[in-house]
């Protein structure tokens, strides 16, 4: 994948063949243009998949059941189940709590202060009516199955009379991006941005897409997530897949097939390629800053 004469921000007539079919690690200090290489020359062209921590457009009363497309077969799952329209379980249309119009909460201006959120009396934050609850799917109501973790989610929709295939590989790929512990309600305006980085993901893992970009995706997670992150990349991969991270975590590095180095500092002092090739020559060379921090990293 060629880039030629980049000179957004600090870039300095850059050019660089960024190889398909594997996974490319651009790395780099802060400020030495990683994100102005990638996301300035790469994320408008059709191939692309680009995914960034930028804020998910939507409102407090979206969650990750609603932005994923989850909610549509869970909706739908239920009202086979029950012989009752789909709409009366969303808490945005005919099943909505008439109090808190499906919110959960009250919201109380104050005027000068900052407003006050309340739970809803009638529902108990539920956001639904009690007629609604009277209806279950394997034994649960809808907001039982709501306030389920993923990984809940993953098991409950499986098999047995609650298994619906839909709902299951949407839940399997948020499971994938180390998000099995985000509820299915929780609300977007909750999330980190490494969450919703990794939501994003999720949810276009399914484009047609042949270059996927992602900018910092470990950001906020633990060590145990990471090593689960890095699963998902190399299956991408292996699904024939190429996929451009930018990442300063070494773990994410070391795991590379090639990296990029940009610097040799920030700002004026960066904007050139400093090393491309191997992890494993990158630590041998210890020619970058990039690399001696590498090198530390895997004992080298």
């Known amino acids: 994948l060629p ?28 400020g030495s243009g990683k994100s102005s ?42 009202a086979k189940a029950n012989g009752v329209k789909p709409a009366l379980f969303s808490a945005n249309s005919e099943g909505a709590c008439p109090t808190c119009n499906g919110a959960g909460v009250i919201y109380t201006d104050l005027g000068m202060m900052a407003g006050v959120a309340s739970t809803c009396e009638d529902c108990e934050g539920k956001r639904f009516q009690p007629a609604v609850l009277d209806y279950h799917l394997g034994g649960r109501d809808i907001s039982e199955v709501l306030a389920m973790s993923v990984d809940e989610a993953e098991t409950f929709f499986s098999d047995g009379e609650a298994r619906t295939p839909a709902a299951h590989t949407i839940l399997d790929r948020l499971a994938d991006v180390g998000l099995g512990y985000l509820t299915l309600g929780q609300p977007l305006t909750t999330l980190s941005g490494g969450e919703r980085q990794r939501l994003k993901l999720a949810t276009r893992m399914g484009d047609r897409g042949g270059v996927y970009v992602l900018d910092e995706p470990t950001t906020g997670l633990h060590l145990a997530d990471v ?30 097939d090639w990296i990029i180095d940009l610097g040799p500092g920030a700002g004026h002092d960066g904007g050139r390629i400093v090393y491309e090739g191997t992890p494993a020559d990158l630590v041998a060379a210890r020619s970058t800053l990039t690399g001696e921090h590498l090198a530390d990293y895997v004992g080298a």
């Open 227 to 256: 090593a689960q992150l890095l699963g998902l990349l190399d299956r991408l991969v292996d699904a024939g897949k190429s996929v451009i991270v930018i990442e300063h975590h070494q773990a994410v590095m070391a795991h590379a």
């Open 37 to 78: 290489l990638i996301h300035g020359s790469l994320a408008k062209r059709d191939d692309v998949v680009s995914v960034d921590q930028t804020a998910i457009r939507g409102s407090r009363r979206s969650n990750p059941a609603t932005y994923t497309g989850l909610l549509d077969p869970i909706r739908k799952a239920f």
């Open 3 to 30: 880039i030629r004469g980049a000179r957004t921000h600090n870039l300095r007539d850059v050019d660089v063949d960024i190889p398909l079919g594997v996974l490319v690690v651009v790395t780099g200090v802060a």
